[in-house]
């Protein structure tokens, strides 16, 4: 279980500090929820803190964020040529929560994007998960988004 304060990452919406536990009641439900803010947008997420949809996990430390930054700035992306199988593709690696399939994802899109251009739901899904992944940069290392953007694009452009 997670305390107030903690640094968290919950798939889908990307990293955050842990505000609150309280509990509310929803559809219904009496239930205890975290409150995540987020370091992006100022945008706040409620999860239950129990059941199946608390797949929280906590922000990497320097070690992954290294793993994240290698999957960045070399190897080799696999793309499918069918356009809605490469999304649902990247869709499920970004449910996982893993930095770095979803440092594959930004790779992979933003490489596609340089070379042929993305579709605008390619380029929505591209936004979404450098957004996630800036996110937890910016928890794991305390920087501003401004700094965290620079040290992305970076180790894109390698």
């Given amino acids: 279980m997670f305390r107030v304060g903690d640094k968290v990452v919950y798939p889908m919406h990307g990293a955050g500090v842990i505000e609150a536990i309280e509990e509310r009641e929803v559809l219904g439900r009496r239930q205890n929820y975290y409150v995540m803010r987020l370091p992006l947008g100022e945008m706040q997420v409620l999860i239950p803190t129990s059941g199946p949809n608390s797949v929280l996990r906590a922000v990497v430390g320097e ?78 290392r305390n920087m501003r988004e401004d700094q965290a953007s620079h040290i992305l694009d970076a180790a894109l452009a390698e």
Avoid: P
Wanted: net charge positive.
């Fill in 63 to 140: 070690a992954e964020l290294a793993e994240a930054f290698a999957v960045l700035s070399n190897g080799d992306e696999v793309h499918a040529a069918n356009w809605s199988r490469r999304y649902r593709a990247n869709l499920e690696k970004m449910r996982t929560g893993d930095i770095c399939a979803v440092a594959e994802v930004v790779r992979n899109l933003h490489r596609r994007d340089r070379q042929k251009g993305l579709s605008t739901g390619e380029r929505k899904m591209l936004d979404n998960a450098r957004q996630i992944l800036l996110s937890e940069i910016i928890l794991a």
